[in-house]
């Protein structure tokens, strides 16, 4: 064949065979794996520039946080006062005693219970039974939510009580003061130290 005398029809054809054969080359073995790639590095830029948002939102709140973390510390040494250590148990026994005589009233049972414990701290229940005046008792039950360490009251019972000699006692009752201390599990206890 001639190549000077084909004609241009001819010739158009075969750029244009030579030009599809090499736009698929270059599409399936240049272009097609870039893009995939480009496609792939565009969804890892969004799943950072999220993550880098989040983080960046952390970041501007960390400053609250760290408010915030502080103010629960100072509120946690605060309330710790008034959670008794183990040591203190016998003076807040011998505080509500005392409560008791300048309430005026007469103690017939006075037993200290034995120890509860509960997941964060234990229970030290005392279970109390006494007669008095009205007034005397509410004096008494003030004295003891007001003592300087944590005393719960429950188990309240009344019952009316008449005394010939003894006109101003006019009330029995019963219940049970427990006061709390602070007893981590062992693992938060370590995690505290650190």
Do not use: C
């Amino acid at each position: 064949m001639d190549f000077k005398k084909a004609s241009f029809r001819n010739t158009f054809l075969v750029v244009l065979i030579v030009s599809v054969v090499l736009a698929f080359f270059y599409n399936s073995m240049i272009y097609g794996p870039r893009k995939k790639n480009l496609t792939k590095l565009k969804t890892e830029l969004k799943e950072a520039q999220t993550n880098l948002d989040v983080l960046k939102a952390r970041a501007m709140n960390i400053d609250k946080v760290k408010a915030e973390l502080d103010s629960l510390t100072r509120m946690w040494n605060v309330l710790k006062k008034y959670l008794p250590t183990e040591q203190d148990l016998p003076e807040w026994l011998r505080e509500i005693a005392d409560a008791g005589r300048r309430s005026g009233i007469d103690f017939l049972l006075f037993k200290p219970q034995q120890p509860i414990s509960h997941e964060l701290y234990t229970e030290y229940p005392a279970e109390i039974r006494v007669r008095s005046g009205y007034h005397e008792l509410g004096t008494f039950l003030s004295f003891l939510v007001n003592l300087p360490r944590l005393t719960k009251i429950r188990h309240l019972s009344m019952n009316t009580f008449k005394n010939p000699k003894v006109p101003a006692q006019t009330m029995e009752v019963s219940f049970t003061a427990s006061t709390f201390i602070y007893m981590p599990k062992p693992a938060q206890a370590e995690e505290g130290k650190k």
